[in-house]
T-cell receptor, first 113, second 111 residues
Framework: ELKVEQNPLFLSMQEGKNYTIYCNYS?????LYWYRQDPGKSLESLFV?????AVKQEGRLMASLDTKARLSTLHITAAVHDLSATYFC?????????????FGTGTRLKVLA | SQTIHQWPATLVQPVGSPLSLECTVE??????LYWYRQAAGRGLQLLFY??????ISSEVPQNLSASRPQDRQFILSSKKLLLSDSGFYLC??????????FGQGTRLTVV
């Protein structure tokens, strides 16, 4: 059974600081996804990582994927309050042309002014 | 461009009542469609997926069912709701590519 674990589950950080969220998964996969969820809202796609060594950056967020270690990281640089949200990673189980996502438990990030 | 619509946005239903949540996708044809549920304070779990009209696969045993009566329409139903059915339900689609797109969600509270 594929399991996806994130840590930390909760993260409170000061504005301007850097931090990394980790996502480990239990089976081989070359694809990993990061989503952001604001309270009561849907999921916003942040990054789609499709190969080992993939690195993508958008603003203050950077995601990377190491398929050999079965690890993805989401690095936050110089956090600002607007980044406060819950972040999910997901791995897909592809079969017969479908992409079924297995989500991590989420990391609730709070950036303090 | 493609868009996905879910309704209603919020729903409060008594235990034992029926349920029907609807999801439609515009701007594409023959998408793969998915229903996910997010229980309070938890991650998302895949409930059902569909690769075509009338083709439904269930991922977890439960009190819910799904149907796909039209190419771009996906419906989540229950004949009798349980308290444990409460949660945030998200519909998603993808067109045979890894990246999925999610609807705005329906928050269901069973009382």
């Amino acid at each position: 059974e594929l399991k996806v674990e994130q840590n930390p589950l909760f993260l409170s950080m000061q504005e301007g600081k850097n931090y990394t969220i980790y996502c480990n998964y239990s089976t081989t996969s070359d694809r990993l996804y990061w989503y952001r969820q604001d309270p009561g809202k849907s999921l916003e796609s942040l990054f789609v990582l499709l190969s080992n060594g993939a690195v993508k950056q958008e603003g203050r967020l950077m995601a990377s994927l190491d398929t050999k270690a079965r690890l993805s990281t989401l690095h936050i640089t110089a956090a600002v309050h607007d980044l406060s949200a819950t972040y999910f990673c997901a791995v897909d189980q592809s079969a017969s042309g479908t992409y079924k996502y297995i989500f991590g438990t989420g990391t609730r990030l709070k950036v303090l002014a | 461009s493609q868009t996905i619509h879910q309704w209603p946005a919020t729903l409060v239903q008594p235990v034992g009542s029926p349920l029907s949540l609807e999801c439609t996708v515009e701007g594409t044809s023959n998408p793969n469609l998915y229903w996910y549920r997010q229980a309070a304070g938890r991650g998302l779990q895949l409930l059902f997926y569909s690769v075509g009209i009338g083709q439904i696969s269930s991922e977890v045993p439960q009190n819910l069912s799904a149907s796909r009566p039209q190419d771009r329409q996906f419906i989540l139903s229950s004949k009798k709701l349980l308290l444990s059915d409460s949660g945030f339900y998200l519909c998603a689609w993808e067109k045979h590519s890894p990246e999925a797109f999610f609807g705005q969600g329906t928050r269901l509270t069973v009382v």
